[in-house]
C-alpha cells in the first residue's frame, strides 16, 4: 500500500496570506489527523476528521480550518497566516473505526511551511 | 508542568551500548506510543501499547500504567538508530506529545 502523502513539500508565504495543505491516507484509512511542529512547542494536535466530520479540535485559534472528503482525503487551511505559522505540519492516517479507540497512526512527510 | 515529559532530553551513546528513554505522564489515558523521527521530519511509529511489554527486534517498550511511566529500550544500538524518539499518549481523544529524546549514537 502507498504511504501517507502531503503535498506540498516546502511553501513559503508571506503575512496575511492564506495556505491550503493537503494529505492523502493509506487508502482504506477514515481517519485524519494534522499537527504542528515547531521548535518551541514541539508537536501539537490540530484536528482530527473521520467520514467527512471533524470528530476531534485541538487548542488552536479559529484561523486553522480542515477538511475532508469522501474519499478520505483532507485539507487544512491557515488564514491570515502569522510568523508564528512557520511550522512543519503532519498529517496522520489510522483505521480508527471507533471514536476515541486508539489506533496506530501513520505519519506523512510533512509540508514545511515558511511564513516571512 | 507539561502533560508528558521525557528524559533525557539529549543522549549521545557509542555503538552497542544499551539505551533507556523514560517518559512520565500525569494525565489518564488509554494508549501509549512510541515514535521515532528522523531528519527530514518522517516520523513512524514504532509501538502503540497500553499495558506490559511489546518487543520489535531490537527495541523494546514497556509501561506502567499504576505508575504512570513508560520506558523505551533500545539493545545493541547502532548510529542507524541516531533520531529523535518522541512519546506521546492518546487521551480525551487526542495526541499528547512529550518533547522528545534526540539520540546519537557514535560509530
Known amino acids: 500500500k502507498a504511504g501517507v502523502t502531503q503535498t506540498p513539500r516546502y511553501l513559503i508565504k508571506t503575512r496575511g496570506q492564506q495556505v491550503t495543505l493537503s494529505c492523502s491516507p493509506i487508502?482504506?484509512?477514515?481517519?485524519v489527523s494534522w499537527y504542528q511542529q515547531t521548535p518551541g512547542q514541539g508537536l501539537q494536535f490540530l484536528f482530527e476528521?473521520?467520514?467527512?466530520?471533524?470528530?476531534n479540535k485541538g487548542n488552536f485559534p479559529g484561523r486553522f480550518s480542515g477538511r475532508q472528503f469522501s474519499n478520505s482525503r483532507s485539507e487544512m487551511n491557515v488564514s491570515t497566516l502569522e510568523l508564528g505559522d512557520s511550522a512543519l505540519y503532519l498529517c496522520?492516517?489510522?483505521?480508527?473505526?471507533?471514536?476515541?479507540?486508539?489506533?496506530?497512526?501513520?505519519f506523512g512527510p510533512g509540508t514545511r511551511l515558511t511564513v516571512l | 508542568k507539561n502533560e508528558v515529559e521525557q528524559s533525557p532530553q539529549n543522549l549521545t551513546a557509542q555503538e552497542g551500548e544499551f539505551i533507556t528513554i523514560n517518559c512520565s505522564y500525569s494525565?489518564?489515558?488509554?494508549?501509549l506510543h512510541w515514535l521515532q523521527q528522523h531528519p527530514g521530519g518522517g516520523i513512524v511509529s514504532l509501538f502503540m501499547l497500553s499495558s506490559g511489554k511489546k518487543k520489535h527486534g531490537r527495541l523494546i517498550a514497556t509501561i506502567n500504567i499504576q505508575e504512570k511511566h513508560s520506558s523505551l529500550h533500545i539493545t545493541a544500538s547502532h548510529p542507524r538508530d541516531s533520531a529523535v524518539y518522541i512519546c506521546?499518549?492518546?487521551?480525551?481523544?487526542?495526541?499528547?506529545f512529550g518533547t522528545g529524546t534526540r539520540l546519537t549514537i557514535i560509530p
Open positions: 476528521y473521520f467520514s467527512e466530520t471533524q470528530r
Open positions: 506521546a499518549v492518546f487521551g480525551n481523544e487526542k495526541l499528547t
Open positions: 494525565v489518564g489515558i488509554s494508549a
Open positions: 496522520a492516517s489510522s483505521f480508527s473505526g471507533v471514536r476515541g479507540r486508539p489506533d496506530t497512526q501513520y
Open positions: 487508502s482504506g484509512h477514515r481517519s
